[in-house]
């Protein structure tokens, strides 16, 4: 092994040695192909030549060469360890081998237990909710829209609560004789006041929704598509205000359903590039939130159903009044009927009395 001072003499020359070749090499290279850089005359070559320089790296390479050289205390062989190592016993132990037991993990060390990691048993709940918030945290929607569309579903959701309120006070007064803050009686007429409403607001939202696709259609949103756009706006009215004509629980299911199907059609139009992208679960957290009252409202009436008098719905009370036209024209076809008995009777009599007479002139004249 030389000594340090020897080594970096010899890197010295060797480096120098390199350097000199390398420039020696680009200059024939260049004189070749057409290049003198002494005279820095150009003359053009009988054919076309590619100047090819190759890059040398003397430093990097001598460097490589001392590694390899050079000798390290790591790489020194033990020769005694290695012959007392040659004439121990290899002891068979069957029982650690597995299938697994010649090959080697690369994420930790074989032979050392990974420490064991606790399973969270909320994992899937606490992923469902985190779906839940990003739905319903809607920050793609405009400000404007969210915070009228929301104003636009309290009152439904009002008279929803309203509802499962005044069932319960009229549960509290059958039970007790009187109710918490109301009297039977007067939260039977509230809750029977609170009903139409419940339902004509209803039926003024869904009209509303299709008429969104109208203003989407003048404003050429996604391109014009002329009767099938508008289509949506005529069938969302037809659906609606025929509901009005149910009674209370026929039309909060009818309108429950009406809300269900112009959600899907939206949302198939948001994904045909009808309207924005957010607009699909914009709508969907307004149908929740709508359909959420409904069943409410169905929950509290269902308590009560057979407590209280149904109040009679547009269709009963056309009914009503067919019924009652039917009653006055048959009674006035009997009155007509008796006027007219009356009258052949009294002509029958007058009959009856001129031959009377007759008979008493015939009489007198004998």
């Known amino acids: 092994m030389f000594p340090r001072s020897r080594q970096a003499a010899y890197l010295r020359s060797t480096l120098s040695y390199l350097k000199t070749q390398s420039t020696r090499g680009t200059a024939n290279l260049a004189y070749h192909n057409g290049i003198r850089p002494s005279t820095g005359r150009v003359f053009r070559p009988r054919k076309p030549m590619t100047l090819a320089v190759t890059i040398h790296r003397p430093l990097s390479t001598s460097l490589q060469r001392l590694q390899t050289t050079t000798a390290s205390p790591v790489d020194r062989i033990d020769r005694k360890h290695e012959e007392a190592v040659e004439h121990e016993k290899l002891e068979p132990h069957p029982e650690e081998v597995s299938a697994t037991s010649s090959t080697h993990e690369i994420f930790h060390e074989k032979g050392v237990e990974d420490p064991e990691q606790e399973v969270d048993m909320l994992a899937g709940i606490k992923s469902d909710l985190r779906t839940v918030k990003e739905t319903f945290a809607l920050y793609e929607v405009p400000r404007e829209a969210l915070v009228i569309g929301m104003a636009g579903v309290l009152?439904?959701?009002?008279?929803?609560?309203?509802?499962?309120?005044?069932?319960?006070?009229?549960?509290?007064?059958?039970?007790?004789?009187?109710?918490?803050?109301?009297?039977?009686?007067?939260?039977?007429?509230?809750?029977?006041?609170?009903?139409?409403?419940?339902?004509?607001?209803?039926?003024?939202?869904?009209?509303?929704?299709?008429?969104?696709?109208?203003?989407?259609?003048?404003?050429?949103?996604?391109?014009?598509?002329?009767?099938?756009?508008?289509?949506?706006?005529?069938?969302?009215?037809?659906?609606?205000?025929?509901?009005?004509?149910?009674?209370?629980?026929?039309?909060?299911?009818?309108?429950?359903?009406?809300?269900?199907?112009?959600?899907?059609a939206d949302a198939r139009a948001v994904v045909r590039g009808w309207a924005p992208h957010w607009y699909?679960?914009?709508?969907?957290?307004?149908?929740?939130?709508?359909?959420?009252?409904?069943?409410?409202?169905?929950?509290?009436?269902?308590?009560?159903?057979?407590?209280?008098?149904?109040?009679?719905?547009?269709?009963?009370?056309?009914?009503?009044?067919?019924?009652?036209?039917?009653?006055?024209?048959?009674?006035?076809?009997?009155?007509?009927?008796?006027?007219?008995?009356?009258?052949?009777?009294?002509?029958?009599?007058?009959?009856?009395?001129?031959?009377?007479?007759?008979?008493?002139?015939?009489?007198?004249?004998?």
């Open 155 to 264: 009152p439904y959701l009002a008279t929803s609560l309203s509802t499962v309120y005044l069932a319960w006070d009229i549960n509290h007064a059958s039970v007790d004789g009187h109710g918490f803050l109301l009297s039977g009686p007067t939260a039977e007429l509230l809750l029977h006041i609170v009903e139409p409403l419940q339902v004509g607001y209803g039926a003024v939202i869904i009209s509303f929704l299709g008429a969104i696709h109208w203003g989407l259609e003048w404003a050429k949103y996604g391109g014009v598509h002329g009767y099938r756009r508008y289509a949506y706006g005529v069938v969302a009215p037809a659906i609606a205000w025929p509901t009005i004509l149910l009674p209370v629980e026929y039309a909060l299911i009818a309108q429950f359903s009406a809300f269900v199907f112009l959600y899907f």
């Open 280 to 366: 699909s679960t914009y709508r969907f957290v307004l149908t929740f939130v709508v359909g959420a009252s409904i069943v409410i409202s169905l929950i509290g009436r269902g308590q009560i159903a057979d407590k209280i008098n149904r109040l009679p719905s547009p269709a009963d009370r056309i009914q009503a009044l067919r019924d009652s036209q039917l009653e006055a024209m048959e009674t006035e076809e009997r009155l007509k009927r008796e006027r007219i008995v009356a009258k052949d009777e009294g002509e029958e009599d007058d009959e009856d009395g001129e031959g009377e007479d007759e008979d008493d002139e015939e009489d007198d004249d004998e």
